[in-house]
């Protein structure tokens, strides 16, 4: 199971040395991935409820930096890790122009990119920024189909119910086609796995729910990614016991969050480095 990292995006540490310390910690210390979470703006008056928890981790006065940018900036400043998104709120961008950006990145950054999409809850952001909230989700396969013809066949034309053009070239290609996982959970999130996923990314560590969602994705058809985001215990036994639940119910991947100053933090990767990621290893 690979093990990833959230790297900080809004608050006090949202700048460029805390940001590329971090990044370059997680790499240096033997994990695999770095990844970040989306939105574009905070809605001052939104009455929308955070479906994940009681409050977004961020307040409207911290800003959060753009997932794709803070990508490039990271993929400059290291060689190796991964980038994933925690996931990108695709309904919200045009898909030619997410396609054109994902793959500058992949082209200079190869073998690295990973997209978890999603329709995204927040219906107050959908109308600032003049997109649609209904029907976003057949919105996001059509942008899902457009983006992986971007990636492997140029030229090319669409005609679908939410976008429709004709022959165009979107280059460069990227040097290896990201994988495009599909984040949330339920019935609606597995449709969309069905037909445009190379995975599923669901929230939590609970080792029953996952391995049943591991059978749900492997009723799909097998060889599909499962992928998770989950809190990082600073507890070392604890931390072991729970990621081997998740790598046992059929993970194969998470990424851990956590909010620490960058000192802290990094003390955290170390200890995980040096008590968690072998064992899990050898196991």
């Known amino acids: ?49 955070y479906p994940y928890a009681d409050a977004l981790p961020f307040t409207a006065e911290e800003g959060i930096l753009e997932p794709l940018t803070q990508l490039a900036t990271v993929a400059g400043a290291t ?18 122009y997410v396609a054109k950006i994902v793959a500058t990145i992949e082209s200079l950054a190869p073998g690295r990119m990973q997209l978890a999409v999603g329709v995204g809850w927040w219906k107050d952001e ?7 909230f209904e029907g976003r989700g057949r919105r996001m396969d059509e942008q899902i189909e457009i983006m992986n013809l971007a990636w492997t066949r140029n030229p090319f034309e669409f005609h679908g119910e939410f976008y429709d053009f004709g022959s165009t070239y979107c280059l460069p290609t990227p040097a290896e086609k990201p994988p495009i996982l599909i984040g949330g959970l339920g019935a609606a999130a597995l449709r969309h796995v069905r037909s445009h996923g190379d995975g599923w990314h669901v929230v939590g560590s609970d080792g029953a729910a996952l391995a049943t969602q591991r059978a749900q994705l492997d009723a ?55 008590d968690v990621l072998p064992f899990l290893r050898e196991g």
Do not use: C
């Open 79 to 96: 060689q190796k890790v991964e980038l994933g998104t925690s996931v990108l709120v695709l309904p919200i961008r045009h898909p030619l």
């Open 220 to 274: 799909i058809r097998l060889g599909l990614v499962l992928s998770t985001s989950g809190g990082m215990s600073r507890d070392p036994e604890r931390a072991r016991a729970r990621l081997r639940r998740v790598a046992d119910a059929g993970v194969d991947q998470i990424a851990l969050n956590t909010a620490q100053p960058v000192g802290e933090f990094i003390a955290s990767l170390e200890m995980y480095s040096r």
């Open 1 to 49: 199971m690979k093990i990833g990292i959230h790297i900080p995006q809004w608050g006090e540490q949202a700048n460029r040395r805390d940001v590329l310390d971090m990044a370059q910690a997680v790499e240096e210390l033997g994990f695999d991935s770095v990844w970040v979470a989306d939105h574009i703006v905070f809605p001052a008056d939104s009455q929308t409820q």
């Open 126 to 132: 959908f109308e600032m920024l003049d997109q649609r």
